[in-house]
């Protein structure tokens, strides 16, 4: 996020004095620069000129030398003669330093106990090196003024010998170190608020404070010199629409001083934004970037070899960027190239508009300096900077939109500074190849902002704050508007066929500013004028809320469906629907349509690149995260989409400039692949706890079927169950949930051993899944009729069946249920018997039936007659005979 010092802003924009960064915010959020952020100073405390009384150099046994020194502070912090436990002759306080870069009578920096300097480091006075050093003598790096840590400041050196102020003296004002800092959050159309030319001019929109654009050619004392023919030469190579460079100005500064540093003003501006000073070189376009907002690049002009030549990339080509990482370009790539032994274009210098090359960078002993300031293409900048991962500072700025008349000023304004700063030579050479373009016109009715915003803009009103934007008003018919008709654009947004010829000539013609591309239409300007008349100034009207058709049928079902099973005990919770190679873990067969997987082009991990076939593909390791935990007691599920991509074919994307046919539109969907909604739930531990009513219970498979039955209920549906084998289940515990019509709606049970030892569950867990769309879908579609409550008595009548081994218990109770018939109110397996008195390969089960009719009384006899059915119709279906 850009930093914006006061001081600086104040350099572009009358900012009155006094102003605190809060009142700046408070200005700025007028105008859509919101808040980030207030940084405070980066040193706080006392820190005071000192001035060097006596510095005795003492060599101890680590072999390290250092200076005792006694520093005039000033009379308010100066310990009095022969106080403390160092007591000196005259008023000073005693401080050891490393340092041997000045002498007794310097002046120098101090913080004293109780200052903070940036890290944070709090200075307080310690006993080390056999003294008690009472502060610390500091260096430019100690201060945050630059990456200089080879000696501490000489004010002399710094100031000049008569600027010096008095030991005591506030050194924080004195170097600038007390200014506070605002943070802004700039959205992606405002990419011209990452300067500090563009804060000031929307700080001046806010408070109509005075404002001098410094990005102008005609605002400077003098226009940048235009092209010569001794310019470096350059070349732009590029067969893409839209060309990837569009300018490209060089210029060239000679002599410079190797050792010349950054000024101290520019390093702690720097410090601010958030950069680190590196060099005049570097520094100098940094800072130049900041405050204009146009990025630019310094070369090592020894290093070179004309043309440059600005290309795309070749296939195999690599580079190593400034920050020492070797990169395998790609062909989209628009890089600077350079020309050694005659090929042109052979040597990559650097990415274009991201980041710049080892090879040519600017070195300690650089004395020549080529610098480069060019407009590039956003997306190119954008898609280049993201394949490499490389966000750097000027591919913030380039893929946001930057100025295109903005290279010729920056360039010489970096010149002015390394010659100001670094006693070198302009060169008269000058190169500027310019193919950029004016912003197209917009035509725009002058009621069209009052008409989308709700409030009453005077004409005079609108075009005066458009001006202020910058836009420029054209003579009318001057060429075709954009987002316009060819006949010169005068029906405006808004205007109807009818309204055209009256109202052609309410509508004005207005080129937007260079520095603005996102504004492309009569819109863009109507929303400027909102922003700068003020959203306070629009009404708050709540719309009137329509009538709604409430939920459908299946959004009813899914909550009640989960409502039903929270009540039984379960917590709902949600998973990320991404998934690795959790079905080798599952153990599903290869063959097992379940590992036929959607995979992702950007999946968000690169261990789960792939969507979801069942929900417990990932509730299972949600499972698996909370019992790790300690909750070894655990019963969740979830309802969620899953991905079945079988039969899915690719589609290709139709143009943006029509709407698709109904053969593309076919085409697309057919593309989409099958997303069920399932419901899945996992159980592990005590379903039931111990406690002073008994012990407690396991969960068991009995509880993942029960937990089907619950929702199935909930759904307005029934489901009977029979045995099943599908992985991740235990082949022998298994239920096969079945619908009313016999179609498979899903699984439930124990998970087999090896797949809960694989996630890391707990041993017997168990687990459901059924498809909840089907469910849904097999409730009766007529609303379930109330019956009413009888009166009469309730008739009991238990019945224990023998049958084989293998007979499913639901195909019995199925079988009961249909002899017991309409008098049946509830039937229930209460006793699973095997043993020594049935039959080798029998076993015994009994249910208890409640017999109920809604007119009568049951006599014995009805109820005989219904125990005698019950044991017929069992016989014939499952082969049943009543235990003696």
């Known amino acids: 996020m850009p930093y914006v010092p006061l001081g600086w802003l104040a350099e572009h924009v009358a900012v009155p004095p006094g102003t605190t960064a809060a ?33 005795v150099a003492e060599e101890h046994s680590n072999g390290k030398t250092i200076r005792y020194c006694r520093v005039d502070v000033g009379p308010e912090h100066n310990r009095p003669p022969g106080t403390g436990k160092e007591p000196a002759e005259v008023p000073s306080r005693g401080i050891v330093c490393g340092a041997d870069n000045f002498a007794p009578g310097d002046h120098v920096v101090v913080a004293l106990p109780g200052s903070v300097l940036p890290g944070p480091f709090p200075i307080t006075a310690r006993r080390t090196y056999g003294h008690v050093s009472d502060g610390m ?42 200014e506070e800092v605002l943070e802004i959050n700039v959205t992606p159309d405002r990419g011209y608020c990452f300067a500090m030319r563009g804060v000031a001019r929307e700080y001046s929109h806010a408070t109509g404070a005075a404002f001098t654009d410094p990005g102008l050619p005609e605002n400077l004392p003098a226009p940048p010199p235009a092209a010569t023919a001794g310019g470096f030469a350059v070349a732009v190579d590029d067969d893409a629409a839209p060309v990837g460079c569009d300018r490209f100005v060089t210029r060239i500064v000679r002599g410079l001083d190797p050792t010349a540093r950054t000024p101290r003003w520019m390093a702690q501006r720097l410090t601010q934004a958030g950069m680190r000073p590196i060099s005049l070189a570097v520094d100098v376009t940094n800072y130049v970037m900041l405050d204009l907002g146009q990025p630019l690049h310094a070369y090592d002009l020894a290093t070179l070899a004309a043309p440059v030549v600005v290309r795309r990339a070749a296939a195999g080509e690599r580079l190593t960027t400034l920050d020492d990482v070797d990169r395998a370009l790609d062909p989209a790539d628009l890089l600077i190239t350079d020309s050694p032994d005659g090929a042109r274009g052979a040597r990559v210098l650097g990415l274009a508009g991201v980041m710049g090359g080892a090879g040519t960078e600017v070195s300690a002993g650089t004395t020549d300096v080529l610098v480069e300031a060019a407009h ?57 190849l310019d193919a950029t373009t004016d912003p197209a016109p917009v035509t725009l009715d002058p009621a069209l902002p009052g008409r989308l915003v709700g409030v009453d803009y005077p004409r005079a009103q609108v075009l005066d704050l458009l001006r202020q934007v910058g836009c420029t008003e054209l003579p009318a018919g001057a060429g075709p508007a954009a987002g316009g008709p060819p006949d010169g654009g005068l029906a405006a947004v808004g205007l109807g066929e009818g309204d055209r010829a009256d109202d052609a000539a309410a509508t004005v013609r207005l080129r937007p500013p260079s520095w603005r591309p996102d504004l492309t239409g009569p819109a863009d300007l109507a929303e400027e004028v909102a922003r700068l008349a003020g959203y306070d100034q629009i009404p ?10 409430g939920l459908t049928p299946e959004q009813r079902g899914r909550r009640d469906v989960a409502r039903a099973l929270a009540e039984h005990g379960l917590t709902e919770v949600l998973s990320y629907p991404f998934v690795g190679d959790v079905h080798d873990r599952l153990g599903l067969p290869a063959e097992d349509p379940r590992r036929a997987v959607l995979r992702l082009v950007n999946p968000l991990a690169e261990d789960a690149g792939a969507l979801r076939t069942s929900v417990l593909d990932t509730l299972l390791e949600t499972a698996r995260r909370n019992t790790g935990r300690g909750t070894t007691d655990l019963a969740v599920f979830e309802i969620g989409l899953v991905t079945r991509p079988a039969g899915l074919r690719a589609a290709a994307a139709p143009g943006v400039d029509r709407r698709p046919t109904d053969a593309e539109l076919a085409a697309l969907h057919a593309a989409v ?27 068991d498979w009995a509880d993942a079927v029960d937990a089907v039955r619950t929702a199935a209920a909930a759904a307005g549906t029934e489901v009977r169950v029979r045995r099943g084998d599908l992985a991740p289940w235990h082949p022998g515990r298994c239920a096969e949930v079945l619908g009313p019509a016999g179609q498979v709606l899903g699984h439930a049970g124990e998970l087999h051993p090896k797949v809960t030892a694989a996630l890391e569950l707990p041993p017997r867990t168990v687990a459901f899944e059924v498809d909840l769309d089907a469910l849904l879908a097999a409730a009766p579609a007529e609303p379930v009729q109330v019956a009413p409550v009888s009166t009469f008595p309730l008739a009991k009548e238990d019945v224990a069946l023998v049958v ?23 039937v229930h397996l209460f006793d699973v018997y095997t043993g020594d008195q049935l039959p080798a390969g029998k076993k015994s089960l009994a249910f208890a039936l409640r017999l109920r009719a809604g007119d009568r009384t049951l006599t014995a006899a009805e109820t005989a007659e219904v125990r005698a059915r019950v044991v017929q119709v069992a016989g014939e279906r499952v082969g049943a005979v009543l235990r003696g």
Do not use: Y
């Open 23 to 55: 009142q700046l915010a408070a200005n700025l959020v007028r105008v859509g620069l919101e808040e980030e952020r207030i940084v405070p100073p980066a040193v706080t405390g006392p820190l005071v000129v000192g001035q060097v009384l006596t510095a």
């Open 137 to 178: 003598i500091c260096s430019a790096r100690e201060l945050g003024l630059g990456e200089d840590h080879s000696g501490i400041i000489v004010l002399e050196q710094l100031l000049g010998p008569g600027a010096v102020p008095a030991p005591g003296t506030d050194a924080v004002a004195l170097l600038g170190l007390g």
């Open 376 to 432: 590039f293409d956003p997306v190119s900048v954008a898609r280049t900077a993201r394949r490499h991962r490389l966000p750097t500072e000027a591919a913030k700025r380039f893929e946001r939109g930057v100025d295109p008349r903005l290279p010729a000023v920056a360039a010489q304004r970096v010149v002015d500074l390394l010659v100001e700063h670094g006693g070198g030579t302009a060169d008269p050479g000058v190169t500027d």
């Open 540 to 549: 708050a009207v709540l719309p009137a809320a329509p009538a709604g058709r």
């Open 673 to 699: 692949p099958a997303q069920p909604r399932h419901l899945a739930g996992v159980l592990a531990g005590q379903r039931v706890p111990a406690g002073v009513w008994g012990p407690g219970r396991a969960a």
């Open 804 to 826: 084989d081994d293998g007979v499913p218990a639901a195909d019995v109770e199925a079988a009961v249920r249909a002899g017991a018939g309409d008098l049946a109110e509830e």
